[in-house]
């Protein structure tokens, strides 16, 4: 019963390191090409002057808390996050502020560089994302 407990308890660490890796093998970038990077007090000014701010996390996530005001575009939906459909939401020079779950998270700067890719010319890459902004004490809704 011991070795089955010890290869029990092992393959949860190793799990456990496996999962880990992966995890800070899938930080975002510091900066996206043709974005501006912005930190929270920069991403609350841009949200005070009405720039149009990107959610860009799974369902669940936006479910449990998200920015006041920002548009729920998942990423990850290949029947939603189309170039035509993101054509005909923003306009190509509007202040448009990418954001997802922090500097562990990758969804928001490939936003951002897609939407570089684009056309759109005022895109800003918020890195600390919605951590960043709650931690903050920023106004937050959830559904």
């Not at 070795?3 to 799990?15: N, Q, R, S, T, Y």
């Not at 090409?33 to 959610?55: H, M, R």
């Not at 998270?105 to 560089?113: I, K, P």
């Amino acid at each position: 019963m011991g070795l089955i407990f010890k290869k029990a308890a092992l393959g949860l660490m190793v799990a456990n390191v496996l999962a880990f890796a992966s995890f800070t093998q899938a930080a975002a970038p510091e900066s996206v090409p043709g974005a501006t990077t912005v930190n929270t007090a920069e991403a609350k000014k841009l949200w005070d002057s009405g720039a149009t701010f990107i959610d860009s996390r799974k369902k669940e996530d936006w479910e449990d808390g998200h920015i006041p005001k920002a548009v729920h575009l998942d990423r990850g939906d290949r029947e939603v996050y189309t170039r035509e459909n993101v054509s005909k939401m923003f306009k190509k020079d509007e202040p448009l502020v990418t954001y997802c779950y922090g500097k562990v998270c990758t969804r928001s700067s490939q936003m951002a560089a897609d939407l570089v890719s684009v056309g759109y010319t005022n895109v800003y890459f918020y890195r600390e994302g919605f951590p960043g902004w709650s931690f903050a004490g920023h106004p937050i809704e959830s559904k």
